[in-house]
């Protein structure tokens, strides 16, 4: 069968003007970073929408461009609806071998749609109920059953990290991932709630396989999944959504050494989180504002949000408090703040809240105990008290078991250096 020719979008190309593909490449980029985007655009991208080979944006340009030209639709800027792009797409896709950021979205789509039947958590290999979720072929009714399945496939990769910590189980992890979101491209659902559950769904188990990558070190994987979250999260109108891909974002970003961005994130979090009914949200997106502060040196701003999250804190738990925030109690509410300390300079003051943070800790959060360790063996080091440095990180180390954590073992790799520099005893 002959493959029909692309046509040129001369609605897309009418509204560029006068300007340079490079110019209105430009302007895009401009015009998401006023929304909390982040879209690649560049000259051969606005070249390959006018050629019609983009025939749908993803739903990161989608946004940036309603908010460039408000009142138009995707059919008046020249794009076919998404729908019947994507349901025209044959159900044996040729092998995907190059991937760029602007078109991430719709190449993974493209993957998850010509998978198998059924991808199960239990892929994992670490133990725990298996959790199906069934990849539809032709028109699948999705009903309580595949929405339990997304549901139960978040809660499980949760309870996996707390265990074991990333490494291990990034890979298997974005399995289930595929499938929740082929549902969401190919299944209808019968009632607004199930659908609105669903996409709430699909983007916290975005937000999980991306805290594996950013835990395991794999940066630019994190960076596509919190986008993915983010994207689902503006298309249902989800503001808890949106607040918690906004949330890891902030912490990723500063973890990349992008603090600006990073504050951006957190501030931006916030806002989406204000409607919410949950004070303990408000004071973790307050931490990650104050550690990108303590990250540009800003003492005074840092403290500022510090005060700002332990007065949320102390407003208490609530029912509006999300699920993903079981692991945020005192202890990690010390760890956060002795980050903070860290990035500043004050070692001392830094190993006062991550000993406390280790104290605190519940021993069923091995991952994040042995972080909170890490944490301390650093501050200790760096704060000239070797010993006990040496002390704790053996305690780590030895504690370590099942747990996969990069960010842990280049955390002790630090603290070995420091004691080395010093001639003091290593691991």
């Not at 973890?255 to 204000?274: I, K, N, S, T």
Request: charged share 25%.
């Amino acid at each position: 069968m002959a493959l029909s020719r692309a046509v040129p979008n001369l609605a897309f190309r009418r509204l560029r003007g006068q300007h340079s593909p490079a110019e209105f490449a430009a302007a895009v980029r401009r015009a998401a970073r006023e929304i909390g985007e982040q879209v690649a655009c560049d000259a051969r991208y606005i070249g390959r929408v006018e050629a019609g080979e983009i025939r749908c944006p993803n739903y990161a340009y989608e946004r940036v461009f309603l908010h460039m030209f408000p009142g138009l639709s995707l059919a008046d800027l020249g794009f076919s609806a998404r729908e019947a792009v994507r349901g025209r797409r044959p159900a044996t896709a040729p092998a995907i071998t190059t991937r760029n950021d602007e078109e991430s979205d719709v190449l993974r789509r493209a993957f998850m749609t010509s998978g198998t039947a059924t991808v199960a958590v239990a892929s994992l290999g670490l133990g725990g109920p298996a959790a199906a979720i069934p990849a539809p072929r032709g028109a699948h009714r999705i009903g309580e059953a595949e929405v339990k399945a997304v549901e139960d496939a978040v809660r499980q990769i949760r309870v996996l990290d707390d265990r074991h910590g990333a490494d291990g189980l990034y890979q298997s992890a974005a399995q289930p991932l595929r499938a929740a979101y082929a549902l969401l491209d190919k299944g209808t659902a019968a009632r607004r709630s199930t659908e609105d559950r669903l996409h709430a769904g699909a983007g916290e188990l975005s937000l999980s396989v991306g805290w594996l990558a950013h835990d395991s070190g794999r940066f630019d994987d994190a960076r596509s999944h919190y986008a993915e979250a983010l994207a689902t999260a503006r298309v249902a109108g989800d503001p808890a959504l949106e607040a918690h891909a906004f949330c890891n974002t902030s912490f990723l970003a500063r973890d990349a050494g992008r603090y600006r961005e990073a504050v951006r994130a957190a501030q931006a979090g916030l806002r989406a989180a204000r409607p919410l009914s949950s004070a303990r949200l408000l004071s973790l997106l307050s931490l990650r504002e104050a550690g990108a502060w303590a990250g540009l040196g800003d003492r005074t701003a840092c403290e500022q949000a510090l005060g700002r999250a332990h007065a949320h804190f102390a407003k208490g738990s609530s029912d509006g408090d999300p699920e993903w925030m079981s692991f945020f109690g005192e202890p990690e509410l010390e760890a956060l703040e002795a980050q903070c300390w860290s990035a500043l300079g004050d070692r001392g003051r830094a190993a006062r809240h991550a000993h406390r943070a280790t104290v605190l800790q519940n021993p069923h959060f091995a991952r994040n105990l042995a972080l909170y360790r890490a944490q301390l063996a650093g501050d200790l080091a760096h704060a000239g008290r070797h010993d006990e440095a040496a002390a704790e990180a053996r305690r780590v180390v030895d504690a370590l078991g099942d747990v996969q954590s990069s960010r842990i073992r280049a955390m002790l790799a630090d603290t070995r250096r420091v004691l080395a520099g010093h001639g003091a005893r290593t691991l």
